[in-house]
């Protein structure tokens, strides 16, 4: 008897302070089943309070805010 489950998607956020960036990432990810976007923003402060709701971060190394990763750790 097999167990069939059904994962659910990597929830990622996407840290960077560039529009076409963000765009370019979303539709990479648009049509993966397995990666789901679900915050897209242009600072690390807008993405505090929902850290429970994400498995991954690509953040981008310098924003124009003066975030680094360093900063971020």
Do not use: K
């Amino acid at each position: 008897m097999s167990t069939d489950t059904v994962a659910r998607p990597l929830r990622i956020a996407h840290v960077d302070d560039h529009e076409t960036v963000q765009l370019g990432f979303a539709s990479l990810l648009a049509d993966q089943v397995d990666l789901e976007l679900v915050a897209s923003v242009s600072s690390v402060d807008e993405l505090r309070g929902t850290l429970d709701a994400i498995d991954l971060v690509v953040l981008d190394i310098r924003l124009s805010d003066g975030s680094t990763v360093e900063r971020n750790l």
